[in-house]
């Protein structure tokens, strides 16, 4: 299990020389190696590769540090109040959206951006909000994260009916020929609302954005679930057009946590109903009259006081990506998600046996620089992925495994089929069981089988992290089968 520390600068320069031979395209992405020296330097210093961003990007140093320095020097109070310090959070707050707006090239005469605590919480608001009815359907691809699943919830309370697309195996693309057949079967004259996500969080997948168009022009909503995708894509609301957006900034930058939003077309506010009235979303409201007017626009959803110290923190981080240039960042994951796919997929036992099972599409395929596997040993069994995050977490590797909160990427992928899942949910109502959990769930299939190890690339990855893991990976060929499982 353990490296050679003092051959490791050797083999990597070389296998740094022949990955810049064949993605020659890397080199006009060293600009990031200096940025990553500058803002990023305690992942050398720390000695830690981390391979998470799909589950958080990094913040730079000059990042939280310009932000210190903006609290320090300003005076500032909860916003929509005319007293200085709250006229001036006030106009940050705007400036934020005015910035939001501007990333992603959306006209503010056609697109308000509501600020949340996160996706989840963008997403709960078109849950709730969108005028679900019977008659109407919710329609999904399988891949999509638990939050955009759960709107199924709201639709199904309501009456609306709920369809999955399927995947195809092993690209893991959303199947074309029944997505396209159940988008122009959309009932007329009821709103009905399609939901997939840019680029899979479960398999790094990149579903066509042209859907968003066609979808459209059969009557549907679209809700474009952009988290996974905008820390390391260019998404253009200028060319792209879906009705709801929905991400999380700590994604994008690492810093702030706990701000999130959703883009909106104006148009479609007006159909959405809040379920309640809350303190800032209302231009009136009284007691005894019993009667409230909504706010118009973005404050009209935004429930209580937004996360108001933190939003400078967005612009800041959107300065920052720009800065660092996001067309580069998305070439420098790729070279470096390609190059990882092909020296994973050349791992082999010494009985011939593949090492790793790679899920979604190829090298070249549609995806973004996030890589998705499962280790096998050398009798062709599956290594539990939480042993290999255990086994990582020893090498200083930060890697993520599991589901991702994307049980039906997981599902697909790992071939699990409904029948066996509904009979593992069929037993415990049978148990009557109140809970269930992740672990019954294992248990119940097969504890090796449901999850895979997720390895993920964003704007401070470099070629090192990549070999370190790839490093990792060649040290569990023909190693300790037994004591794996
Ligand atoms: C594609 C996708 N959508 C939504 C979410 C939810 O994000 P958050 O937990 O920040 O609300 C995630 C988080 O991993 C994600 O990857």
Redesign the pocket.
């Known amino acids: 299990m353990s490296h050679d520390t003092r051959r490791r600068p050797a083999a990597q320069q070389e296998a740094f020389q022949s990955f810049l031979a064949a993605w020659p395209e890397y080199a006009a992405t060293s600009p990031l190696d200096q940025l990553r020296e500058r803002d990023y330097s305690r992942l050398d210093a720390l000695g830690e590769v981390y391979l998470d961003y ?2 958080a990007g990094l913040y730079g140093a000059s990042q939280v540090q310009e932000h210190l320095r903006l609290l320090e020097s300003h005076v500032f109070g909860n916003p929509h109040s005319r007293n200085p310090a709250s006229a001036q959070m006030s106009e940050w707050v705007e400036r934020g959206r005015r910035d939001v707006l501007e990333h992603f090239q959306a006209s503010p005469e056609e697109y308000v951006v509501v600020f949340t ?5 963008a ?1 709960k608001l078109i849950g709730e909000a969108y005028p679900f009815a019977p008659g109407g359907v919710y329609l999904l691809t399988f891949d ?2 638990n ?2 699943n759960g709107i199924r919830e709201f639709a199904r309370a309501r009456g609306a009916s709920i369809r999955y697309i399927p995947l195809s195996i092993p690209d893991l693309l959303a199947d074309t020929e029944q997505l396209q057949a159940a988008l122009g079967e959309k009932p007329a004259g009821i709103d009905c609302l399609f939901a997939y ?1 840019a ?3 479960f398999s790094g997948a990149q579903h066509d954005l042209s859907w968003v168009g066609r979808a459209q022009a059969a009557g549907w909503d679209v809700l474009l ?1 952009a ?3 905008v820390p390391t894509n260019r998404l253009d609301l200028s060319r792209v057009k879906p009705e709801f957006v ?1 991400l ?1 900034f ?2 994008m930058f690492g810093y702030p946590t706990g701000i ?1 939003c959703l883009i909106a077309k104006r148009a479609v506010l007006g159909k959405l109903h809040r379920p309640w009235f809350a303190g800032g979303t209302i231009t009136v409201a009284s007691v005894q009259g019993d009667r409230y007017y909504l706010a118009e626009g973005p404050e009209a959803f935004e429930d209580g006081t937004v996360d108001f110290l933190n939003i400078p923190g967005v612009e800041i981080g959107l300065r920052r990506l720009r800065e660092a240039g996001l067309d580069r960042i998305h070439q420098r994951v790729r070279c470096l998600a390609e190059w990882l796919i092909g020296e994973l997929e050349g791992l082999h036992h010494s009985n011939g046996r593949p090492l790793v099972r790679i899920y979604g599409p190829g090298a070249r395929g549609p995806r973004g620089g996030t890589v998705t596997l499962n280790f096998y040993d050398a009798g062709g069994e599956v290594i539990d992925h939480l042993k290999i995050e255990e086994l990582a977490a020893r090498e200083h590797i930060s890697i993520r495994t599991g589901c ?3 049980p039906g990427g997981g599902e697909a992928a790992l071939g699990l089929r409904a029948e066996a899942l509904s009979a593992c949910f069929h037993r415990a109502e049978e148990e009557r069981r109140s809970r269930f959990t992740l672990e019954d769930l294992r248990m119940c299939i097969d504890a090796k089988s449901t999850g895979a190890v997720r390895v993920s690339f964003g704007i401070a990855s470099n070629f090192a992290d990549a070999w370190r893991f790839v490093e990792f990976a060649r040290s569990l060929r023909d190693c300790c089968s037994g004591s794996l499982r």
């Open positions: 799909t589950g605590p996160n996706a989840t919480g997403l999509n994260h939050s955009v996500p680029q899979s969080n679930d988290a996974a995708f929905t999380s700590y994604k999130g991702f909160c994307n």
